[in-house]
């Protein structure tokens, strides 16, 4: 026996959530099936710009999110050698601040902000195979919690399911257009924070070749995030708690700011996380969230994605009824969210670079923030409201690798081989931006 319903979805996360709340919203019936039980963790940077907290709002979840106690994150600070500024965002949508939010508190909420919609959110259970008619996706074949197994139908089938999606290797897209190895590693830790005066500030600071990051959240916590080079992560290995903190110590100003806290919890880590953009759409079926595209952590724009094409999923939901159509409008979706992502992806890969280019990437920013708009101004590039491109200008990076090259002469090799072959990366994202959107 099978059940049928427009739209089912294979994951109930950020991006799986905001797509059946979308299209709940226009009276379809929505079946979105998970593995987990909520609340529950995953892997994540949790951090959202205020572009990011806007797409909260947009999907409907900002007030649940805030009820969990992420505090409004109103300024950034970046430091470093000779740098320590701060300042606040240009608003989106009327919205000033960002957040950091663990994700078994935001997850939650945007699970509840589409069961209120109307959408059906099967907790613990999870999809195994697709159903095909004339080499169509028709629906999808469920393992619940006792191993029993059951069918269902729909117009579309949504791959929600991350990284490694079972949607994504069932429709033969595992394997991405394109791909882009990181250059830093992720180690995370939550502290208990009594440093009032840094709770509406998230803090990054760049050191040489390390990146340290403090990102107060709810629980009167404070996220620590480590983004090493990935060349160090055989230091984690087999001594993980002391590399961290002899790591948080080659970051003087994380050092400080982190005085008085205490880690609360145990050490996260992902050490291999490569970048991509896979196929995702087709007949039938559609790939959204990290399961169709994921960029570096490194600047914190997953859930803003993920919450944003999920939610312009729904525009689809006015053709589900017409097989040609549907496909025309996900190929369109498809083609809005590349072009919407991919010169963040090649900066977002730029900036994720652990080798020599460090030191340039710290004279660009020293730069950047030295203009007349200051910090506000590098807010503008991670809340998607100004063209990262403008921070990666030829000229700008060899004016950078002069001043690094003057700051750091022991590192001279180091640094010339790293902005060489960013000029080289710079030209190849040209074409590889001229394939994905062919």
């Not at 992420?70 to 009327?94: E, F, I, K, N, Q």
């Not at 404070?222 to 993980?240: I, K, Q, S, Y």
């Not at 008085?260 to 007949?283: L, N």
Request: hydrophobic share 40%.
């Amino acid at each position: 026996m099978s059940e049928h319903a427009d739209v089912v979805i294979a994951g109930a996360r950020c991006a799986g959530s905001a797509a059946a709340t979308a299209l709940a919203r226009q009276g379809r019936r929505v079946i979105a099936v998970d593995p987990a039980r909520f609340p529950s963790t995953t892997v994540s940077t949790h951090l959202l710009f205020a572009g990011g907290v806007a797409e909260l709002a947009r999907v409907g979840a900002l007030e649940r999110v805030e009820k969990a106690g992420a505090p409004r994150l109103s300024r950034a600070h970046v430091g470093g050698p000779g740098l320590d500024a701060g300042g606040g965002y240009t608003p989106v949508d009327g919205i000033d601040y960002g957040m950091c939010a663990r994700r078994a508190a935001l997850d939650t909420a945007l699970v509840e902000t589409a069961r209120e919609s109307g959408a059906e959110i099967r907790e613990g259970h999870r999809v195994i195979d697709l159903l095909w008619e004339r080499d169509r996706a028709v629906g999808v074949r469920v393992r619940d919690p006792k191993g029993q197994e059951y069918e269902i139908r729909a117009h579309l089938v949504v791959g929600a399911d991350g990284r490694r999606s079972t949607v994504a290797r069932l429709v033969g897209a595992e394997h991405p257009r394109i791909t882009h190895a990181n250059g830093r590693a992720c180690y995370y830790a939550y502290y208990e924070d009594p440093r009032d005066e840094w709770r509406s500030t998230a803090a990054m600071w760049l050191t040489g070749y390390e990146l340290g990051n403090a990102f107060p959240c709810d629980g009167g916590l404070a996220m620590v995030l480590l983004m090493p080079p990935v060349e160090r992560v055989a230091d984690f290995r087999g001594n993980l708690e002391a590399e961290f903190d002899r790591t948080v110590g080659l970051v003087p100003g994380l050092a400080a700011r982190l005085e008085g806290c205490t880690r609360a919890t145990k050490i996260v880590s992902s050490a291999e996380h490569p970048s991509y953009f896979r196929r995702s759409s087709g007949p039938g079926w559609v790939l959204v969230g990290d399961a169709g595209h994921f960029k570096d952590p490194v600047t914190a724009q997953g859930i803003r994605d993920a919450v944003r094409f999920g939610r312009l999923l729904g525009e689809t939901a006015a053709v589900l009824d017409d097989p040609v159509a549907l496909d025309r409008a996900t190929r369109a979706w498809e083609r809005k969210r590349d072009e919407q992502c991919v010169h963040t992806y090649h900066w977002t890969n730029l900036l994720g670079r652990g080798d020599g280019l460090a030191h340039v990437q710290f004279e660009l920013l020293r730069a950047l923030i030295g203009g007349p708009r200051g910090v506000r101004g590098l807010l503008e590039v991670y809340s998607r409201i100004r063209d990262p491109r403008e921070t990666l200008a030829v000229n700008g990076l060899a004016r950078a690798a002069v001043r690094a090259l003057r700051h750091n002469p022991a590192e001279r090799t180091a640094v010339l081989a790293g902005v060489g072959s960013a000029v080289r990366e710079l030209a190849q994202n040209r074409g590889e931006a001229k394939r994905l959107l062919a």
